[in-house]
């Protein structure tokens, strides 16, 4: 696709559930992140994937939280047994990692996450 | 301390005037440095990066580095009430990938 794709846009869960989102990268950027945004706050690192080293977890605010990335594209980030505190915006970026290139981060629309 | 800070604002500025927004961060080795636009509800998006120490112009944005005093600021000329938004520092730290992101300042224009 032309940009970052998230699904779902917006998902609605109750306290104690699992859910998943999903990000699909620009092709050929072989780094990709997920950021989490409360309600009026900055944006608070979770995760990076760059190629085929190991991801940098040192967000991720709790063992609740996992992400994968198959094939060096397509991400999932994981959150088991939900609690309030994770409702927010989560934000999946990629990048193109390559001498030259600037580092912009391009964005998706992100999933909002609403835990009741 | 957090890593990268940024007051919060509101900023409001009068329309055609200059809005000055500023940035601190605490990585020393930090060797890039991006400023974002976010509107309510959307995505960031990139303004400016800049890497070398002084300053970067861009139609009328200027982003501004000073490493030795670990601080980057933007500057806004002739702003207009389309510039109003939330605006995001973000540092990417040395030897990595990863960016760190300001709480962002928000920047009203008024008409």
């Known amino acids: 696709g032309a940009g970052v794709s998230q699904s779902p846009s917006n998902k609605v869960t109750e306290k104690g559930k699992d859910v998943e989102l999903r990000c699909d990268p620009i092709?050929?950027?072989?780094?990709l992140y997920w950021y989490r945004q409360s309600l009026g706050q900055g944006l608070e690192f979770l995760i990076y994937?760059?190629?085929?080293?190991?991801?940098?977890k040192s967000g991720l605010p709790s063992d609740r939280f996992s992400a994968e990335r198959t094939g060096g594209s397509v991400s999932t980030l994981t959150i088991q047994r939900t609690q309030q505190e994770d409702s927010a915006v989560y934000l999946c970026?990629?990048?193109?990692?390559?001498?030259?290139?600037?580092?912009?981060?391009?964005f998706g629309e992100g999933s909002r996450l609403t835990v009741l | 301390q957090k890593e990268v800070e940024q007051n919060s604002g509101p900023l409001s500025v009068p329309e055609g005037a200059i809005a000055s927004l500023n940035c601190t961060y605490s990585d020393r080795g930090s060797q890039s440095f991006f400023w974002y636009r976010q509107y309510s509800g959307k995505s960031p998006e990139l303004i400016m990066f800049i890497y070398s120490n002084g300053d970067k112009e861009d139609g009328r944005f200027t982003a501004q580095l000073n490493k030795a005093s670990q601080y980057v600021s933007l500057l806004i000329r002739d702003s207009q009430p389309s510039d109003s938004a939330t605006y995001l520092c973000?540092?990417?730290?040395?030897?990595?990938?990863?960016?760190?992101f300001g709480t962002g300042t928000r920047l009203k224009v008024l008409a």
């Open positions: 092709s050929g950027h072989t780094a």
């Open positions: 973000a540092v990417r730290n040395s030897g990595t990938y990863k960016y760190i």
């Open positions: 994937f760059q190629g085929n080293s190991a991801p940098d």
């Open positions: 970026a990629s990048s193109l990692v390559l001498a030259g290139a600037s580092g912009e981060l391009f």
